[in-house]
């Protein structure tokens, strides 16, 4: 597989931590999730304001990032990625690497994605949200634009359907 850097977006609840798991079992690739990088820095989600917190995961994961695709892996980088702002940094540590980045756009009904995250199971992965959290997201998230190259995935399919799209998608880049 050609190198990239692979840069989920969506709503908490649609299904990124789940589906670039399974990518990064299926390919091999190396997966960074904001959610683990904060447990694993602070022990908790929540131990700190995000505001304050941000700036230290996502630039632990930027470092990481960067370092393993200098050494020529392939990357999935799994948080929200709601902002413009926020992915086109993200999407300049794959260009100054000659690296192409590709944003992966989990799409699931609010409503699915409500259910989702209010429902589950607290893990090293995934956090457990209220809906008024959840919707809040899904209203500040800016849809990836035209002129950003990036795949649609359908958040409620099984893996092998989602997978099979991916494929399908990364072909016709």
């Known amino acids: 597989m050609k190198q990239y850097l692979f840069i989920l977006v969506g709503t908490p609840g649609s299904g990124k931590t789940t589906f670039s798991k399974q990518l990064a079992k299926e390919t091999g690739c190396i997966h960074f999730s904001s959610d683990r990088m904060r447990k694993s820095m602070f022990g908790s989600t929540d131990l700190f304001p995000r505001e304050q917190s941000n700036p230290w995961v996502f630039g632990a994961i930027d470092y990481a990032i960067d370092e393993m695709l200098k050494a020529g892996q392939t990357v999935i980088y799994d948080a ?18 000659s690296v192409q980045p590709v944003l992966i756009w989990i799409k699931t009904p609010l409503d699915v994605a ?41 958040g409620t399919k099984p893996f092998s359907e989602q997978y099979a799209s991916f494929t399908d998608q990364l072909k016709q880049l």
């Not at 090293?124 to 190259?149: C, G, N």
């Open 80 to 97: 929200n990625h709601s902002f413009r702002q926020d992915r086109d940094k993200t999407r300049s540590i794959a260009d100054a690497l």
């Open 114 to 154: 409500v259910n989702r995250a209010t429902t589950r199971q607290e893990n090293l992965y995934a956090r457990k949200l209220d809906a008024d959290r959840v919707m809040a997201h899904d209203q500040k998230l800016e849809t990836p634009a035209d002129d950003e190259v990036h795949i649609v995935i359908n």
